[in-house]
């Protein structure tokens, strides 16, 4: 079966840490490009992080110097370790991946900072 599937989401107070994985199965994982996007309410999704088939990273300004992306091919899994959240980071993560021309979703993970 084709298909991402994020854990990890929940309620964390400002400040706080969250960890994203994001579980690949039936795809070519090894090559495939791996990113986060997120899409808060009434808002258009957004690129969050990405990393490589071969490990490079990518982040946008926002989330530079307090989310990490990684990958273990092996065990198929992307994580998104985010820390030093704001109630500005509330909203639902998603898992992209793309290769050989397909691009795949996950269902999401909803976040939510707040005191």
Same mark, same amino acid.
């Given at each position: 079966?084709?298909?991402?599937?994020e854990s990890g989401g929940g309620l964390v107070q400002p400040g706080g840490s969250l960890r994203l994985s994001c579980a690949a199965s039936g795809i070519a994982f090894s090559i495939?490009?791996? @990113?986060?996007?997120?899409?808060a %309410?009434? $808002?258009q999704r957004e690129l969050v992080a990405r990393i490589t088939? @071969?490990?490079?990273?990518?982040?946008?300004?926002?989330? $530079?110097g307090r989310f990490t992306i990684s990958r273990d091919n092996p065990k198929r899994t992307v994580w998104l370790?985010?820390?030093?959240? $704001? %109630?500005?980071?509330?909203?639902v993560y998603y898992c992209n991946a793309r290769?050989? @021309?397909v691009s795949l979703w996950?269902? @999401?993970?909803?976040?939510?900072?707040s005191s």
């Open positions: 079966q084709v298909q991402l599937l495939a490009h791996m @990113g986060w996007y997120r899409q %309410p009434g $808002k088939a @071969g490990g490079t990273t990518d982040y946008v300004d926002f989330v $530079k370790q985010m820390n030093s959240l $704001k %109630p500005e980071d509330t909203a290769y050989s @021309g996950g269902v @999401g993970t909803l976040v939510t900072v």
